[in-house]
């Protein structure tokens, strides 16, 4: 495919310091160079104006534009979504963002994965629609790229996004789970030759072995030439740094704190594997998002019993050099979902501490449900209990999970495909 197109890209921001995002807009660039190199891609982040930037895929060098649509308070901005909606009404008044749109081919539409939906609050869900809505009102042909939808607990909300799935030109879902809500969603309106059920794009995000080079113990330990085991795990700040507001907002019956610490000390105690703790979501220390401040804080409570066998990984790497790294651990489990992705879809036997249906879907579609372990189901001892049984099969799941993974990967090229097709619409296709 060597003709010509514009491309908008809207809800994978590449500027935040969530490697699941990132992931979700390097897949996605990845998969149109590979498939229409001459493509003029924009994608929309949390800068100001339009810049240029670089992405190198296989030693190739593509060249597209960063152009700035933040959802803030300061509606004097060009760039605020709020101002573009409303310059969209007048034709548009020299706004960049709106001038994208409305000069492009197809606009794609990921919304951060997981983020189409109102259980974040009314602000993030207008932050996420607001492209979708410009968009639709441009009459440009928006394609939701393969996502999760839902679940809306506002009528009013839900109400948007049944408009913007039924006008859209084509949309995916990233997993069975997500068809059966988005099917809901069209209601009558659902079209099979429009409407797809797929898989999540981070499958296909490249690996690169990191530039700035490893903490020498954490190099030796991935090493082929490795001795003992090398274990990862993922711990998410969000949930760690704050356990009160994790059973307050997504009723946790198991102390997470409680089966992360315990679950690694039996690691440590039972066996002689080394261990590394992975960030996914970069912000600084002491943010409660952090991940970095999280494993930190597990490192100082086993500091007794690690013995040079736990080591934290620095939040020097994006996301595909994490993805490198997570691919040369003999387990991996993880709480940020395209964290395990990562796993997944490089053939590491994986476990998840999930609390929401995205990743349990994820980990059907690669055949790997059971080892996905909820805290809102199970008490801290099943946890642990549950991870560790996991860890023990490793070498039977990553048997099971080589003769599955290939085929999702294959599902995801295939899917993309489609994709780029879509967005050649009646420009045909090479």
């Given at each position: 495919?060597?003709?010509?197109?514009?491309?908008?890209?809207?809800?994978?921001?590449?500027?935040?310091?969530?490697?699941?995002?990132?992931?979700?807009?390097?897949?996605?660039?990845?998969?149109?160079v590979?498939?229409?190199?001459?493509?003029?891609?924009t994608?929309?982040?949390c800068?100001?104006?339009?810049?240029?930037?670089?992405?190198?895929?296989?030693?190739?060098?593509?060249?597209?534009?960063?152009?700035?649509?933040?959802?803030?308070?300061?509606?004097?901005?060009?760039?605020?979504?709020?101002?573009?909606?409303?310059?969209?009404?007048?034709?548009?008044?020299?706004?960049?963002?709106?001038?994208?749109?409305?000069?492009?081919d197809?606009?794609?539409?990921?919304?951060?994965?997981?983020?189409?939906?109102?259980?974040?609050?009314?602000?993030?869900?207008?932050?996420?629609?607001?492209?979708?809505?410009?968009?639709?009102?441009?009459?440009?042909?928006?394609?939701?790229?393969?996502?999760?939808?839902?679940?809306?607990?506002?009528?009013?909300?839900?109400?948007?996004?049944?408009?913007?799935?039924?006008?859209?030109?084509?949309?995916?879902?990233?997993?069975?789970?997500?068809?059966?809500?988005?099917?809901?969603?069209?209601?009558?309106?659902?079209?099979p030759?429009?409407?797809?059920?797929?898989?999540?794009?981070?499958?296909?995000?490249?690996k690169?072995?990191?530039?700035?080079?490893?903490?020498?113990?954490?190099?030796?330990?991935?090493?082929?030439?490795?001795?003992?085991?090398?274990?990862?795990?993922?711990?998410?700040?969000?949930?760690?740094?704050?356990?009160?507001?994790?059973?307050?907002?997504?009723?946790?019956?198991?102390?997470?704190?409680?089966?992360?610490?315990?679950?690694?000390?039996?690691?440590?105690?039972?066996?002689?594997?080394?261990?590394?703790?992975?960030?996914?979501?970069?912000?600084?220390?002491?943010?409660?998002?952090?991940?970095?401040?999280?494993?930190?804080?597990?490192?100082?409570?086993?500091?007794?019993i690690?013995?040079?066998?736990?080591?934290?990984?620095?939040?020097?790497?994006?996301?595909?050099?994490?993805?490198?790294i997570?691919?040369?651990?003999?387990?991996?489990?993880?709480?940020?979902?395209?964290?395990?992705?990562?796993?997944?879809?490089?053939?590491?036997?994986?476990?998840?501490?999930?609390?929401?249906?995205?990743?349990?879907?994820?980990?059907?579609?690669?055949?790997?449900?059971?080892?996905?372990?909820?805290?809102?189901?199970?008490?801290?001892?099943?946890?642990?209990?549950?991870?560790?049984?996991?860890?023990q099969?490793?070498?039977?799941?990553?048997?099971?999970?080589?003769?599955?993974?290939?085929?999702?990967?294959?599902?995801?090229?295939?899917?993309?495909?489609?994709?780029?097709?879509?967005?050649?619409?009646e420009?045909g296709?090479?």
């Open positions: 495919m060597n003709k010509g197109i514009s491309i908008c890209l809207a809800g994978a921001l590449p500027d935040t310091n969530n490697l699941g995002v990132s992931a979700l807009c390097a897949s996605t660039i990845a998969g149109v590979r498939r229409a190199s001459n493509a003029s891609l994608v929309f982040d800068g100001k104006g339009v810049r240029s930037a670089t992405f190198t895929d296989n030693g190739r060098s593509f060249e597209y534009e960063l152009c700035g649509a933040v959802h803030s308070r300061r509606l004097y901005r060009r760039e605020n979504l709020w101002n573009m909606r409303m310059s969209a009404w007048f034709g548009g008044l020299g706004n960049q963002g709106v001038r994208a749109i409305a000069h492009a197809a606009v794609f539409d990921i919304s951060g994965g997981d983020s189409f939906t109102d259980l974040y609050g009314r602000r993030c869900f207008n932050g996420v629609v607001l492209p979708k809505l410009i968009t639709l009102q441009q009459q440009r042909p928006l394609i939701l790229l393969p996502q999760t939808y839902g679940p809306f607990k506002n009528a009013r909300c839900k109400r948007i996004a049944e408009r913007i799935v039924r006008g859209a030109t084509a949309a995916w879902a990233r997993d069975e789970r997500s068809f059966v809500a988005l099917r809901e969603l069209l209601g009558d309106a659902f079209d030759n429009r409407h797809h059920s797929g898989v999540d794009v981070a499958f296909l995000l490249p690169f072995e990191p530039v700035k080079p490893l903490p020498g113990p954490i190099l030796r330990w991935l090493s082929a030439e490795r001795e003992r085991p090398t274990v990862g795990f993922n711990i998410s700040g969000l949930i760690y740094n704050d356990p009160k507001a994790a059973v307050q907002r997504y009723g946790f019956r198991a102390d997470y704190r409680e089966v992360v610490k315990k679950f690694l000390r039996r690691v440590l105690e039972e066996t002689d594997v080394h261990i590394l703790l992975i960030p996914h979501v970069l912000v600084e220390f002491g943010h409660y998002e952090s991940d970095p401040s999280a494993n930190q804080a597990v490192a100082n409570e086993l500091h007794d690690a013995d040079k066998r736990l080591a934290i990984v620095p939040p020097d790497y994006d996301q595909s050099e994490m993805k490198w997570i691919s040369h651990c003999d387990w991996f489990c993880g709480t940020r979902m395209h964290a395990t992705i990562a796993g997944l879809s490089t053939g590491v036997p994986t476990a998840a501490i999930a609390y929401s249906i995205k990743t349990q879907g994820v980990f059907e579609t690669c055949g790997q449900g059971e080892h996905v372990k909820d805290p809102r189901q199970l008490s801290t001892d099943e946890m642990v209990n549950g991870l560790f049984l996991s860890f099969q490793r070498e039977l799941t990553r048997s099971h999970l080589a003769e599955r993974i290939q085929n999702v990967k294959q599902q995801a090229e295939r899917q993309m495909d489609q994709i780029i097709a879509t967005s050649f619409g420009q296709i090479d």
